[in-house]
């Protein structure tokens, strides 16, 4: 008789966003005369930039032709691609990244869940709290976290590194030796980051302990201070001890286009085992490439013209960032975020727990946002809204939550 | 000090392809006036039909406007591709298949590497050989196959069941009892396939030791015989052990776009614990949805222009495959396949070897084909070719062979 993989029933429910929704619901069906805006969920709003529509049709009309038509894509994705990110991404920035440490993926999410399978099931991974959860669910899949408590809402065998505002939202060394690290800079939920010189430190660490950083540059497109690193490979050492996940979802909008990137430098390895070649094999077995006309979208985000729209779009929601940030301050809210991220984080006022802040927030000024304690025990206390609706909402709500 | 995960190292090298491909190489590097047919991988050639081509830049455009950009998917896939499929593939079939139990994916491949995911380590399985190796792959990675055994070929841990001309190619219950059973069918690379009375059998099979059939019928589309099953659904309590894949990249020349679903009936359980939720979990926590643009291509390949222009792309190649099996057949070879399925596979003349085949086919008809021995090693003495090429090159490597 088949056994399932036990791991999976140790997880608990995952409700943060069915939570939401299902109060949501219920509010406008009790107050159907009420516009509710909502700056809860992470998705953007703006469609995709002109360049990259017109190379998504250029691409389609390629493949409905036979002389241009293409089949499987090559494992690691196609050069044209991977070059124009080695340069663009990478050698612009002094970091030396080849085109055959770069692999491409259909996004970020997939790459975060998947990247702990090249590992032992027997090392400890060291997660910042809060966080996105995808990288501790997926090591719970994995068998590697222990056992849950309910009560703190952590797993024994997890190393949680607390972000909160006691310590500026840096992570400091953990007493125990993790082996993997995930660091999320800049930061979901937080919208905070650690400068370069602290970003240096976590490198001489983990390479000093032996550690591989999983390092997450989702946002990486929202930095806006020159001290910040826009990737890990900017640290020296980050090559024998990191591996860079990027995404396209939040730079180019392609939430719902699907695309993202890893980068497993080959000098990381274990003994004589590279991690790359490891990537390499994991790719070429369980996956069978991003599409073509999305690739042809990716490169087409590193056009003159593509980077130009795009730097409006992110100028567009870190306007948002700032009317928020700087109407939650006006209220007497006391805020993070918001400079090098599209996230802005609120220590909820008066003690309110992140849930009661939430239903407040929902009744009295019909504004729905994310409760700090869905990314972790630490979130406890804190609020998220996000940058990514439209800015006409976006100032009504603040406008809402002012007259509060 | 991390560790990597050691199953990994246990993979022997999957050289097949590339090694083909040198081959092949330095074949035309000495013979520059020879012209190379290549009826050796399984890809596509026909470009994307009209009626998907038109619906892809209709999403497109609609990914363009901001009143309808999409952002994330929903977890399982679009409802209108949901519906469409449980319509068409299932209950035009006279299955009842409801569409929360259909997940899209970004392919077939992917599902298949990963669906081993929510399965126990311990569990035994059972392929056909010889097969598609992602089956055997993704279990070796997974910790699932014991020991390798370079000389056989073979892994202690996984339950080979031989397919030959000897049993007709129809796989025979095991002696020891597996836990997961892999059938492909129609099979690559045989290009054989069982009527459904035989299916029917294995499904009965798998209800009474206890097993899941991980059915994949990614070639379903070429069956053109009324007696075999286009689902295992088709068979009498398959829902309570079977899982079924599919892909959209024979049917519908999709190896490029890429698009797949996996069918998880809601009868099929471990105890309480319903593998459909587990999936949706899997999906819900390590994938983020297949392309929105790509999922209304998927849609059009069940519209009724799409139908009829795939149906004429199916039948071209089917006029491969038939121009291939007879040629063969005069030429005096043993032929099997090719019936049901894009691939031939052939009995090695005279005793060859199927890599002394190869080399034998390469250098004197300049024709490229598969090792069957690349697919497991009942598969030796075997080779293939597939019906994927141009109708006048195909035409033209018969000639050839014929005339040796």
């Known amino acids: 008789m088949f056994q399932i993989n036990d791991n999976y029933q140790k997880l608990p429910g995952s409700y943060l966003f069915s939570t939401i929704g299902k109060k949501v619901n219920e509010f406008q069906k009790a107050h159907p005369d009420k516009e509710v805006i909502r700056l809860g969920i992470g998705d953007v709003t703006l469609p995709i930039a002109p360049a990259i529509i017109d190379a998504l049709h250029k691409a389609v009309d390629e493949m409905g032709n036979a002389a241009t038509f293409r089949g499987y894509a090559p494992d690691l994705g196609y050069e044209f ?50 966080v996105y959860p995808v990288y501790v669910d997926s090591n719970v899949m994995a068998g590697r976290t222990g056992v849950y408590d309910a009560a703190s809402e952590t797993w024994s065998d997890v190393i949680y590194m607390p972000c909160t505002a006691e310590n500026g939202f840096v992570p400091e060394f953990p007493k125990e030796t993790p082996d993997l690290i995930y660091l999320c800079l800049p930061n979901n939920p937080t919208g905070t980051t650690l400068p370069k010189d602290k970003l240096q430190e976590w490198v001489d660490y983990a390479n000093r302990v032996g ?56 000098e990381l390895k274990c003994g004589e085992v590279s991690l790359n070649a490891m990537w390499a094999r994991r790719h070429g077995t369980k996956f069978n490439g991003a599409p073509y006309i999305v690739q042809r979208a990716g490169e087409a985000v590193y056009s003159q013209e593509g980077k130009a729209q795009l730097k409006e779009q992110v100028a567009y929601y870190m306007k948002n960032a700032k009317t928020i940030k700087d109407g939650l301050k006006e209220a007497g809210y006391t805020v993070f975020g918001g400079v090098n991220a599209p996230y802005i984080w609120l220590k909820t006022p008066n003690g309110m727990s992140s849930w009661e802040f939430f239903d407040y927030l929902l009744e009295n000024a019909n504004v729905v946002g994310t409760p700090g304690s869905g990314f972790g025990p630490s979130g406890e206390g804190y609020f998220r809204l996000t940058a990514f609706g439209n800015y006409e909402n976006t100032v009504k709500a603040l406008e809402r939550i002012q007259a509060l």
């Open 81 to 130: 691609l991977r070059s124009t990110i080695a340069e663009n991404d990478y050698k612009a920035r002094g970091c030396e990244i080849s085109v055959d440490e770069i692999f491409i993926s259909d996004g970020a999410k997939s790459d975060s869940g998947n990247i702990q399978e090249i590992f032992s099931v027997n090392n400890r991974i060291a997660v910042c709290d809060p």
């Open 211 to 266: 550690a591989v950083i999983i390092y997450d540059a989702a946002y990486e497109a929202y930095i806006s201070e020159s001290n910040v690193a826009h990737s890990i490979y900017e640290c020296e050492g980050a090559k024998t001890c990191a591996i860079e996940l990027r995404s396209f979802s939040k730079n180019a909008g392609f939430t719902g286009v699907r695309l993202g990137f890893t980068v497993v430098p080959k």
